[in-house]
């Protein structure tokens, strides 16, 4: 079975909104071994929603809206689909009489546009939503199907999974699930990623692997079709294992699992406290770690790139003659030393001094830990104050900081 999204709203165009509703549809649809392949977003404008929704009924089985099904004049979902099908408008009583009901529940008095949300094209049928006042609704023509939700999400991911899946999986007789199962890497970039696993990429049908890169990050989902999570779990087993021996230390973890978090096991583990230093990131190290460990975590200490000299002569660190590298590990003792913690982390991130910038940036950064009788060093060509480069910053931190404590 093959599926199209359209969502639909001119505050999706003009960016007031994020699209986040497609995304977790897409997610529902895998699960249950329905194809996507297209996402599409309309303004509310009749002619170009009558121009999508009938391209989107010739190439896919099952069309699902979201949006436009409320009370407004701009509310033209209905009567589009309507026209694309070939049916009238009607009336249900029942659908009124539950739109009203729950305006009186409330103590209002609804007003007459209410009533556009009861009207339904000819033959529909009707899916009551218990969380709003704008039912769902599905239109089915040569044994495909148009199914129209609300835009509001909590009222769209309840009829997804209460309503809409149960009706597929009957209609359909959908007898297959798409399981996942995704490795999350750390310290290699995606074309490293791709070197390292290309031929089980390519020959791989089922299960079938992808590579998603991120900042800093680089997962690798392994995706298998069967007819339960068990048959399926068993097709992705021996390819998991294979990518785990050619990607080795740098996974992480699995599906849910954040570096972040995966620290903060560790620390709690071994009952350690650690304290950070860094430069240009604007604490950002320091709450990754505090987030999820703040028993283990002491103090952390930000400098701004212009004031390190400052900070350094302030406290008579010796970095006299010394490079970087060994002025980082410095910071790390020093803050260690200043907070009593069990590790000392530093980061010291040198910049090219265009603050423009915001991706790449093109400078040098240094990694330091330190725990009194060890220490670990770090060094990534790239260092920046956007959002992107502090994301790397993080997780080059948080992949020294496990090494460490592994």
């Known amino acids: 079975m093959n599926a199209e999204i359209v969502a639909i709203g001119s505050e999706l165009l003009l960016g007031q909104i994020v699209d986040s509703n497609s995304a977790w549809i897409s997610k529902r649809l895998a699960e249950n071994g329905i194809n996507l392949f297209y996402k599409t977003i309309v ?47 009607v009336p249900d009583q029942e659908s009124l009489d539950h739109i ?29 939503n218990p969380n709003g006042t704008a039912p769902s609704f599905i239109v089915e023509k040569d044994n495909k199907c148009i199914i129209s939700l609300p835009g509001v999400p909590f009222e769209m991911k309840w009829l997804i999974d209460n309503e809409i899946i149960p009706y597929l999986v009957k209609k359909y007789n959908l007898e297959e699930i ?22 089980i990429m390519e020959t791989s049908k089922n299960p079938t692997v992808g590579v998603l ?49 995966v620290v903060a096991e560790l620390l709690i ?69 200043l907070s009593s913690s069990d590790i000392g982390f530093a980061y010291y991130g040198i910049t090219n001094g265009d603050e423009n910038v915001q991706n790449l940036g093109q400078g040098e950064s240094y990694f330091a830990i330190f725990d009194g009788t060890s220490n670990k060093t770090k060094h990534v060509r790239s260092a920046g104050i956007g959002i992107p480069d502090k994301r790397r910053a ?12 592994k």
């Open 269 to 337: 583990q071994n009952n350690q406290t650690i304290s950070v230093f860094e430069n240009i990131s604007s604490g950002v190290i320091s709450n990754s770690i505090k987030d999820f460990a703040k028993n283990n975590f002491n103090i952390g200490l930000t400098s701004g790139d212009k004031n390190i000299h400052k900070f350094l002569k302030k406290y008579d660190l010796n970095i006299v003659d010394k490079s970087p590298e060994e002025v980082c590990l410095e910071l790390a003792k020093f803050i260690k030393t």
């Open 100 to 128: 009203n009901n729950r305006f009186r529940k409330r103590g209002m008095i609804p007003t007459k546009n209410n009533d556009r949300q009861a009207h339904f094209p000819e033959g529909s049928i009707i899916v009551k």
């Open 394 to 405: 993080i997780m080059s931190s948080l992949s020294l900081i496990r090494n460490f404590l």
């Open 178 to 199: 798409i399981h996942y199962k995704v490795l999350k890497t750390i310290d290699l970039g995606e074309s490293n990623v791709d070197d390292l696993i290309g031929k």
């Open 43 to 89: 303004g509310d404008n009749p002619e170009r929603m009558d121009y999508i929704l009938s391209k989107s009924l010739s190439r896919a089985d099952i069309v699902i809206t979201c949006g436009g099904i409320g009370p407004t004049k701009d509310d033209i979902t209905r009567d589009i689909v309507a026209k694309v099908v070939g049916k009238k408008l």
């Open 213 to 261: 890169a991120h900042p800093g990050q680089v997962d690798v989902r392994i995706a298998a079709k069967a007819k339960n999570k068990q048959e399926a779990t068993k097709l992705i087993s021996p390819v998991k294992k294979e990518i785990e021996k050619l990607l080795g230390e740098n996974i992480f973890g699995e599906d849910e699992d954040t570096l972040e978090k």
